[in-house]
T-cell receptor, first 115, second 116 residues
Framework: NAGVTQTPKFRVLKTGQSMTLLCAQD?????MYWYRQDPGMGLRLIHY???????AKGEVPDGYNVSRLKKQNFLLGLESAAPSQTSVYFC??????????????FGDGTRLSIL | AQTVTQSQPEMSVQEAETVTLSCTYD???????LFWYKQPPSRQMILVIR??????QNATENRFSVNFQKAAKSFSLKISDSQLGDAAMYFC?????????????FGKGTKLSVKP
């Protein structure tokens, strides 16, 4: 049971470099989300998607881009990494809202450090 | 905008004892969902328990139960017979019934320590 898989688990970047975080889910969920977790801040929503080909901004979208070309994958991109983007990134997925109180299922997170 | 507040940054409990974690939220909606997630040192986010706002009965999952007070906008988590494996960060989360695409709003978390 893979669930939600995030790649990579750890990464160190230099300021100005770019990278893409990959999230894959095998539960046929319609919705997918990217969060960042910073000490003392809880989880904050970066971007989300309600279906293949759709994306929308969350609470803290600046400096990030996303794409959902396939239903099972949700990519988070950093075009020019900044030290303020040092964080732990979580991907999550869920069934659509009309199914009721469906919980979000989370990946194991990616620890990203920007030097 | 909806907000979730966890007023206890850290809590401690003796093994086999009972502990209650507090959560309050602010919303103008009448239909919504509330969740408690557990995050152990492994970093994984694990769903502990969920509550629908339209249900008056408090949710229970084995040793975990909630005290849902809708009028007071309070959603506390009670852990009975605490075990060493319960040590973790606990996050309270809110979700609108509809219109917000299922986005979760999280509190800042409570770090629970369990003493043997």
């Amino acid at each position: 049971n893979a669930g939600v898989t995030q790649t990579p688990k750890f990464r160190v970047l230099k300021t100005g470099q770019s990278m893409t975080l990959l999230c894959a889910q095998d539960m046929n969920h319609e919705y997918m989300y990217w969060y960042r977790q910073d000490p003392g801040m809880g989880l904050r929503l970066i971007h989300y998607s309600v279906g293949e080909g759709t994306t929308a901004k969350g609470e803290v979208p600046d400096g990030y881009n996303v794409s959902r070309l396939k239903k099972q994958n949700f990519l988070l991109g950093l075009e020019s990494a900044a030290p303020s983007q040092t964080s732990v990134y979580f991907c999550a997925s869920s069934y659509s809202n009309w199914r009721g109180n469906q919980p979000q299922h989370f990946g194991d997170g990616t620890r990203l450090s920007i030097l | 905008a909806q907000t979730v507040t966890q007023s206890q940054p850290e809590m401690s409990v003796q093994e086999a004892e009972t502990v209650t974690l507090s959560c309050t939220y602010d919303t103008s909606e009448s239909d919504y969902y509330l969740f408690w997630y557990k995050q152990p040192p492994s970093r994984q986010m694990i769903l502990v328990i969920r509550q629908e706002a339209y249900k008056q009965q408090n949710a229970t999952e084995n040793r975990f139960s909630v005290n849902f007070q809708k009028a007071a906008k309070s959603f506390s988590l009670k852990i009975s017979d605490s075990q060493l494996g319960d040590a973790a960060m606990y996050f309270c989360a809110y979700k609108d019934y509809g219109g917000s695409q299922g986005n979760l709003i999280f509190g800042k978390g409570t770090k629970l320590s369990v003493k043997p």
